[in-house]
């Protein structure tokens, strides 16, 4: 089974430009979930879709950073513009979404920095 | 406040030397607390799911336990190989929140 897939892996920009990351979850997997990990730190979740809907954004900075899922299967997420806090590893995660809802799978991450 | 407490941040163990990391948690409500490794590099990987106070899992090397408060991970006789970031998580009615994790080095 394949696991999920994330591109790009790295990632430089300077400050105030656009950035952005694809995620193709697990397939069959009605839930998806971007992350931000900062070095030393936990993942946070950013935003939390099923299917096509999103199930919260609450901690998204939606001034800078926006989402989308189309058709329910893979997703985008974008910044702009880019600040230097925004460097960190960005994680997307999917789940079958069968009540078993934190059990994650997780792809390998988009290694952000902000010059 | 953070909901969740991981200790100690970092961790050195001589291969064979058993020993256990900590996960404290303030959330009420808690509908299932979770432990993940994380190589680095890699994104996360789950280990084990626990519900309830006294709930036990066990896989290989690891065991997790969980009281009403805390759980832990016991690593009996560790090898190099188990060297990672060991990340606990819980759920309450809201998203996963996760801790810092602690950073265990197993020496040869």
């Known amino acids: 089974e394949a696991g999920v897939a994330q591109s790009p892996r790295y990632k430089i920009i300077e400050k105030r430009q656009s950035v952005a990351f694809w995620c193709n979850p697990i397939?069959?997997?009605?839930?998806l979930y971007w992350y931000q990990q900062i070095l030393g730190q936990g993942p946070k979740l950013l935003i939390q879709f099923q299917n096509n809907g999103v199930v919260d954004d609450s901690q998204l900075p939606k001034d800078r950073f926006s989402a989308e899922r189309l058709k329910g299967v893979d997703s985008t997420l974008k910044i702009q513009p880019a600040k230097l806090e925004d460097s960190a590893v960005y994680l997307c995660?999917?789940?079958?979404?069968?009540?078993?809802?934190?059990?994650?799978?997780f792809g390998e991450g988009s290694r952000l920095t902000v010059l | 406040e953070d909901q969740v407490t991981q200790s100690p941040e970092a961790l050195r163990l001589q291969e064979g030397e058993s020993s256990s990391l900590n996960c404290s948690y303030t959330?009420?409500?808690?509908?299932?607390l979770f432990w993940y490794r994380q190589d680095p590099g890699k994104g996360p990987e789950f280990l084990f799911t626990l519900y309830s106070a006294g709930e036990e899992k066990e896989k290989e090397r690891l065991k997790a336990t969980l009281t009403k408060k805390e759980s832990f991970l016991h690593i009996t006789a560790p090898k190099p190989e188990d060297s990672a970031t060991y990340l606990c998580a819980v759920q309450d009615n809201t998203p996963l929140v996760f801790g810092k994790g602690t950073r265990l080095s197993v020496i040869a």
């Open positions: 959330v009420s409500g808690l509908r299932g």
């Open positions: 995660a999917s789940s079958p979404g069968t009540g078993r809802s934190g059990e994650l799978f």
């Open positions: 397939s069959g997997h009605a839930t």
